[in-house]
């Protein structure tokens, strides 16, 4: 299974960018579906977008037009471009990697890291 290590958190004040990395070990990367989560307090984590081995991505639409999600297969790493920040952005960003066809509790998780974004 894949090991998933995520940074790039942090305080930004609304209208700010912040850019989120993850970085996978210990399975083939390009074969796993990427994807960023995110869990609000008291709130239910949920998708934030996903990206394929060839690039197609899918968005929450939330965020659609502010966020770009992006991976590396050469590096094995998968990126989260976040602009336009909105105080109802806060929360705790979770990498997520899957195969297709697995059961959901099959996936790997990162640690999670925390975005705040208020002035």
């Known amino acids: 299974q894949v090991q998933l290590v995520e940074s790039g958190g942090g305080l930004v004040q609304p209208g700010g960018s912040l850019r989120l990395s993850c970085a996978a070990s210990?399975?083939?990367?390009?074969?796993?579906?990427m994807g960023w989560y995110r869990q609000a307090p008291g709130k239910q984590r949920e998708l934030v977008a996903a990206?394929?081995?060839?690039?197609?991505?899918n968005y929450a639409d939330p965020v659609k037009g502010r966020f770009t999600i992006s991976r590396d297969n050469a590096k094995n790493m998968v990126y989260l471009e976040m602009n336009s920040l909105k105080s109802e952005d806060t929360g705790v960003y979770y990498c997520?990697?899957?195969?297709?066809?697995?059961?959901?509790?099959?996936?790997?998780w990162g640690q999670g890291t925390q975005v705040t974004v208020s002035s």
């Open positions: 997520n990697a899957i195969r297709k066809g697995w059961r959901p509790e099959d996936a790997s």
């Open positions: 210990g399975g083939i990367f390009r074969l796993y579906i």
């Open positions: 990206i394929e081995s060839g690039g197609t991505t």
